[in-house]
């Protein structure tokens, strides 16, 4: 049997053995095994199930997701026991969410015990359809990129690997041949997610512009960037609207967000510079021209990808254990992370040169936040190896 995301399946699994009670969807981005979870659940549970793909239906047309609930009903009031229905890609279809609500509402009113898993690509269409339609009639389950433990674990990936090469599983076959690696990672995961779940999907007025964002952000990744600097690195016209809504449908694809600054229990300020962060560090490999091995043997390329890396170990378990990720600087004075959850807020410093020594941007941090704790990972104490293994939820007990 294939490797297997238990967290995901042995969530499913408990909720499925309940009463019918909520639909449960399932986001996440592109290659992150949604289906392939799904498909394992169906193998192990003992229950009736129908599974289909809105991928290649035609979107305007709500008929087809009509035809495969009438489907299941069909098999339901055959077999007269609890039935499963899977729909993958809903958010290919237009006003899905309407049609979903009118359908489950009638199965609840007509006593139908009829399950119903709702797989998507793109968190923000998503979200757009559950708020409108389906308030109080689901869960979210969002699954995020693989952790180095996984990768380890099914591919036997170094933690250097890891860093350097991200952790799409599709992908990890092909790590022994660069060229070939960054070409699958580039076509065919980037240029589907780009192209299908963002720009077909939504009203892109300069596709250009933002996959021109989306190269700097990645190059970016780890490190402070203004929009009107990327702006001045930009040969598109456009201005910092239109950059902060494409990077928020970005995000939503799971490809790259902006950090925001902490600023304590103060209100939120507006226009702070983002800190660009990728989800997945191949995103960030593929942008930079140099090999692995050039990596690793240079201490400043490789202290900027190890600190992505972090980054995005930390913004994918604050998906699943529901704390936020935030950055910190003023002036000259800087924390890598700052995570907060339940008014705990923990500080963060990456260094990976040997002179793991507190800085002066930690220091100011302290005397300023009275955080609960301040960590400094790197080749001494909290070694980066260590940390990209641990659940960083822990670092709050």
């Given at each position: 049997m294939s490797f297997q995301r238990t967290h995901y399946i042995n969530l499913l699994t408990d909720r499925l053995s309940e009463e019918r009670r909520f639909i449960q969807v399932i986001a996440g981005p592109r290659q992150v095994g949604k289906t392939t979870i799904v498909r394992q659940l169906l193998e192990q549970i003992n229950v009736p199930n129908s599974y289909t793909t809105a991928d290649g239906t035609d979107v305007s047309n709500t008929?087809?997701?009509?035809?495969?609930?009438?489907t299941a009903r069909l098999q339901y009031q055959q077999k007269n026991e609890p039935l499963l229905l899977v729909i993958d890609e809903i958010q290919k279809i237009n006003n899905w969410s309407d049609t979903v609500k009118k359908l489950w509402d009638e199965d609840t009113q007509n006593e139908r015990d009829i399950r119903v898993i709702l797989l998507g690509s793109s968190r923000l269409m998503l979200q757009a359809g559950l708020s409108e339609s389906l308030a109080g009639?689901?869960?979210?389950?969002?699954?995020?990129?693989?952790?180095?433990?996984?990768?380890n674990e099914a591919f036997g990936i170094s933690p250097e690997e890891f860093v350097f090469f991200g952790s799409y599983p599709g992908a990890a076959p092909l790590m022994d041949d660069e060229q070939?690696?960054?070409?699958?990672?580039?076509n065919a995961l980037v240029e589907a997610v780009i192209s299908k779940d963002i720009i077909m999907l939504n009203r892109i007025h300069k596709?250009?512009?933002?996959?021109?964002l989306f190269d700097l952000a990645c190059h970016y990744s780890g490190q402070i960037l203004s929009y009107n600097k990327i702006l001045g690195q930009l040969q598109d016209a456009g201005n910092t609207t239109t950059l902060s809504h494409y990077q928020e449908l970005l995000q939503s694809s799971g490809l790259i967000t902006g950090?925001?600054?902490f600023y304590g229990k103060k209100v939120?300020?507006?226009?702070?510079?983002?800190?660009?962060?990728?989800?997945?560090?191949?995103?960030?490999?593929?942008q930079l021209d140099f090999t692995?091995?050039?990596?690793?043997t240079d201490s400043v390329k490789w202290g900027?990808?190890?600190?992505?890396?972090?980054?995005?170990?930390?913004?994918?378990?604050?998906y699943k254990q529901g704390y936020k990720v935030f950055y910190w600087r003023d002036r000259s004075d800087e924390v890598d992370f700052v995570i907060t959850k339940n008014n705990k807020v923990i500080g963060i410093e990456v260094k990976t040169s040997n002179k793991n020594r507190p800085t002066k941007g930690m220091t100011e941090f302290k005397k300023r936040y009275s955080p609960d704790a301040i960590y400094m990972i790197g080749q001494e104490g909290l070694h980066w190896t260590d940390f990209i293994t641990m659940d960083p939820v822990d670092l709050f007990m």
């Open positions: 008929n087809w997701l009509e035809q495969q609930w009438q009639r689901y869960e979210l389950i969002q699954v995020v990129h693989w952790s180095y433990s996984e990768m070939r690696w960054r070409d699958y990672v580039k596709p250009a512009l933002l996959k021109n950090l925001e600054k939120k300020q507006r226009g702070s510079s983002p800190k660009w962060q990728v989800y997945n560090n191949a995103l960030m490999s593929t692995f091995q050039q990596a690793v900027r990808m190890v600190e992505s890396a972090i980054g995005a170990h930390l913004v994918n378990m604050g």
